[in-house]
């Protein structure tokens, strides 16, 4: 039974993954098309803009088109990120510093009402990667972990430590909270671009996205365990690096496949 059980269990995320390549697959074709469309407006109101005397009010009306697209693009950055495309850096990352570098930031920001833990092993492995890209994956899960707290006091925690998937050598990131949790329907979307539950704030159902999106960008794995009132852990796991970088380099993300 317990064996049905792990297969049951291996084939939902297995089934969770084709799920989440599919979105991705569409995310990169709207991004794609959108972009297309926002390149045209923005290249015609430029020229609409140039014709016009210099003093002409509308002039401010066009500059109000340019900022709107420019917002917009902005937007889509965040989708092609989970889709696993654009350019990102390829250099040694040492895991400890990142860690350091965000954990200096939250307690700057965070409210004095939620407090800070972090543990990491000695000596963690280095990955191979954008250590920008890292940072900001680490603060958006941060940041989420804090919004899940809400405004009662409550606590969140940052762990790294050595962690190999079957053969392969790795570093295991998790962010653990306190905060009201998720059911089992709000798990299943977390990772898909703008889901969220809190639909009125600007740019809301991006950070988790992003997250997904730069995991699997290094070659890595995302998971996600929530009960409603106990609160919400999300497991990340990087590869070792396991060859030695000459220089930095920046490549385009592997694609995803169609």
């Known amino acids: 039974l317990e064996e049905r059980l792990a297969e049951a269990k291996r084939e939902l995320a297995r089934a969770d993954r084709r799920k989440m390549d599919a979105v991705a697959r569409l995310a990169d074709r709207l991004a794609h ?154 798990r299943r979307q977390a990772f898909e671009p703008y889901f969220s539950t809190k639909s009125s704030q600007r740019g809301a159902g991006q950070g988790l996205a992003l997250v997904y999106g730069t995991v699997r960008r290094h070659d890595g794995t995302v998971e996600l365990e929530s009960v409603p009132g106990e609160g919400t852990t999300v497991t990340v796991w990087l590869p070792e690096l396991t060859m030695e970088v000459a220089e930095v380099s920046e490549q385009p993300a592997a694609g995803v496949a169609v």
């Open 33 to 186: 098309d959108m972009n297309n469309l926002l390149a045209g407006i923005t290249g015609f109101a430029g020229l609409v803009r140039e014709d016009l005397a210099a003093g002409d009010p509308r002039s401010a009306d066009i500059g109000e088109v340019l900022r709107i697209c420019h917002m917009a693009r902005d937007h889509l950055d965040g989708v092609l990120a989970f889709a696993r495309r654009g350019r990102h850096r390829q250099e040694r990352v040492s895991l400890e510093a990142v860690v350091r570098r965000v954990w200096e930031d939250l307690q700057r920001s965070v409210r004095s009402d939620v407090s800070l833990h972090v543990q990491m092993a000695q000596d963690l492995p280095d990955v191979l990667g954008d250590p920008e890209q890292l940072a900001i994956l680490l603060q958006n899960l941060c940041l989420n972990a804090v919004e899940a707290i809400g405004k009662d006091r409550g606590a969140v925690w940052i762990h790294a430590e050595p962690w190999a998937r079957g053969d392969r050598p790795g570093v295991r990131l998790q962010v653990r909270d306190d905060g009201r949790g998720m059911d089992t329907a709000t």
